[in-house]
């Protein structure tokens, strides 16, 4: 099953990329490459549209699907990408999108950082603890020279009070950003993008692990081990106690439910 995505709201429209979507599992997947979506975020950054991007896996489906409010807000988002391999399956099994790679969060976090270096785009960095995000901007400044990062606000890992979620979303709108790379862990990344679209000028990209493989802290799977779907199982040896219940019960459930998806859209 396929639709168009790309346009949420009047104050949203755009001549901009546009793509077709897959509904894996109620979560609307659209059919993105590197290519388009990293134009389509640079568009809606450069114009400081405020805008969501979800780096969509099997867990983020599988949250989805047992929260109603949570899939509806990924239903408003302005891109969902294609994040890991058994999700770029399900897009190409229901939707026939004939995708050939995925749009790993990991990757577009640096080719976001570099397009923005090359395009004098403001970088914000928003979530995880302070040692690690400041380790991140180290990185990126060190592997992008010149690359504007304009601001970092690590997670205070408790619901924040007005006054503080009224600093931040100033000082993200002062610093002149016009991508937040945020990195929080699904879902709660997800819903802080979803809450703040309408205050936040800028496009908030959802990454989530990607700060911390790039700050260092994790080692990410090899390659070999990602093409074949089975980074899932890199990240349980990594982490067991942490991993365990998410991948030991939502991965076989994502693989019934997907298979009972297509058989009934063969059947009609």
């Not at 991140?136 to 009070?161: A, E, K, M």
Request: glycine share 8%.
């Amino acid at each position: 099953m396929s639709h168009t995505v790309g346009d949420v709201g009047a104050h949203h429209c755009t001549s901009a990329t546009k793509v077709s979507a897959s509904n894996v599992l109620g979560v609307p997947v659209g059919h993105w490459t590197y290519t388009t979506a990293i134009e389509r975020i640079v568009d809606l950054g450069r114009r400081r549209i405020g805008s969501a991007v979800a780096a969509c896996n099997v867990h983020m489906v599988m949250t989805a699907r047992g929260n109603a409010d949570f899939r509806r807000r990924l239903t408003e988002f302005e891109l969902v990408i294609p994040d890991s391999q058994p999700v770029r399956w399900a897009v190409n099994l229901l939707g026939h999108a004939g995708l050939r790679q995925t749009v790993a969060g990991m990757d577009l976090t640096l080719r976001l950082c570099e397009v923005a270096r090359d395009q004098d785009l403001g970088v914000f960095l928003y979530g995880s603890y302070p040692e690690r995000v400041s380790r991140l901007g180290q990185n990126l400044r060190h592997w992008y020279p010149g690359l504007r990062l304009v601001g970092i606000q690590p997670s205070r890992f408790r619901p924040l009070t007005i006054e503080e979620d009224r600093e931040d979303i100033n000082r993200i709108n002062d610093s002149g950003a016009h991508i937040v790379l945020v990195g929080m862990g699904c879902p709660r990344q997800e819903y802080w993008a979803s809450e703040h679209r309408s205050s936040v000028k800028a496009v908030m990209v959802c990454v989530g692990g990607a700060f911390d493989v790039h700050s260092g802290v994790m080692p990410r799977a090899p390659e070999w081990i990602r093409q074949n779907g089975l980074e899932w199982a890199y990240r349980l040896l990594r982490e067991p106690r942490r991993m365990w219940r998410r991948y030991i019960y939502n991965n076989p459930a994502f693989l019934v439910l997907l298979g009972a998806a297509w058989i009934r859209e063969r059947l009609g």
